[in-house]
């Protein structure tokens, strides 16, 4: 399963709601997660089955859609937000992630 | 607090073996799936493949060829190896904990990565 993202990057401002849109190639249900990683860190979890927060994330965060279309929303930007994000899906095998979306200062 | 940590050679030479080894601490290995992803310098992130604590592997078809997991339960570790290796494979390398929580997976516990780099 191709796994596509979009925007690849984007510049926002905090207090912005950024908005991420991950594509899968074929229906992959709500099979899907999405990572934040920041530069020099391992990815961290923030939204697994495509919309369940993880235990610990802050409510800004938010993820939704089914199928093959999938959006990862953050309401209010904070300054720790400045990141990559992946989603992956966990429908079948292999796993695959996205490319990423970059979410840098504006 | 579960943590996980990677350890191996930094620097591995062409056509040798990469091979890594992720220590559990803070929880057993028992009863869950171990993951190992890896990402280029500056690059995405690509699944390598799985290991359950019986034993039981999946591994990334485009990989699959050079790729062995193991487990050892009694020291709470499991491993990878990379045979055959290139500068593609310079990579860092990371060690999950997959957990699947309402028929959902996870990957809520990694490692700190290391950067293996392939050169002579």
């Known amino acids: 399963i191709q796994m596509t993202q979009s925007p690849s990057s984007l510049s926002a401002s905090v207090g912005d709601r950024v908005t991420i849109t991950c594509r899968a190639s074929?229906?992959?249900?709500?099979?899907l997660g999405w990572y934040q990683q920041k530069s020099g860190k391992a990815p961290i979890l923030l939204i697994y089955?495509?919309?369940i927060l993880q235990s610990g994330v802050p409510s800004r965060f938010s993820g939704s859609g089914s199928g093959t279309n999938f959006t990862l929303t953050i309401n209010s930007l904070q300054p720790e937000d400045f990141a990559t994000y992946y989603c992956?899906?966990?429908?079948?095998?292999?796993?695959?992630f996205g490319p990423g979306t970059k979410v840098e200062v504006k | 607090q579960v943590q996980l940590q990677e350890s191996g050679p930094g620097l591995v030479k062409p056509s040798e073996t990469l091979s890594l080894t992720c220590t559990v601490s803070g929880g057993s290995i028992s009863t869950y799936y171990w993951t190992w992803i890896r990402q280029v310098p500056g690059k995405g992130l690509e699944w390598i493949g799985f290991i359950y604590y019986s034993g039981t592997t999946n591994y990334n078809p485009s990989l699959k060829s050079r790729v062995t997991m193991s487990v050892d339960t009694s020291k709470n570790q499991f491993s990878l190896n990379l045979t055959s290796v290139t500068a593609a494979d310079t990579a860092m390398y990371y060690c999950?904990?997959?957990?699947?929580?309402?028929?959902?997976?996870?990957?809520?516990?990694w490692g700190q990565g290391i950067l293996v780099t392939v050169s002579s």
């Open positions: 992956l899906q966990d429908y079948n095998y292999p796993r695959t």
């Open positions: 074929l229906a992959i249900r709500s099979d």
């Open positions: 089955g495509a919309s």
């Open positions: 999950a904990r997959r957990v699947n929580i309402a028929l959902h997976e996870t990957l809520d516990y």
